[in-house]
């Protein structure tokens, strides 16, 4: 065999290792950091609930919309009451915004608390402060 077919055989086969560690070792650095799965309800919340925070699922909808007209065809309620917002995440509704008395706040938790479905209510609703 020529000499230089030779040297150039042999070269190859020891930068063949080479070659391969270094992109192993290029390629363990381009990895993508690994993803790690976490539930809404586990990352602290920021400030109160919106309607924006709704949750998706077909269960949260459905207890939104039963919750939503059950106040709305209960007469003894006022407006406010029955137009308090209900986020309903995971089961749990939260209602926020503004009722007139101690009674409508507790027939509009009480409401909430007997919809199918709800695991547990958070009541941050607030007396309206306006005389009547």
């Known amino acids: 065999m ?3 077919f030779r040297f150039t055989r042999l070269s190859s086969l020891l930068a063949s290792p080479l070659v391969a560690l270094a992109l192993q070792a290029q390629a363990e650095q381009l990895q993508p950091p690994k993803l790690i799965a976490v539930r809404a ?3 602290a919340q920021e400030g ?3 309607p924006m925070d709704q949750g998706t699922s077909p269960e949260d909808v459905r207890i939104t919309q039963l919750l939503r007209q059950t106040l709305t065809h209960n007469r003894a309620l006022s407006i406010d009451a029955q137009n308090v917002k209900i986020i309903t995440r995971e089961g749990v509704v939260t209602l926020r915004g503004q009722v007139q008395n101690t009674a409508e706040k507790s027939a509009v938790a009480m409401a909430a608390k007997r919809t199918e479905g709800v695991k547990r209510v958070d009541d941050q609703l607030e007396l309206d402060a306006k005389p009547q």
């Open 48 to 50: 109160p609930l919106t």
């Open 2 to 4: 020529p000499f230089s």
């Open 41 to 43: 309800s586990d990352v």
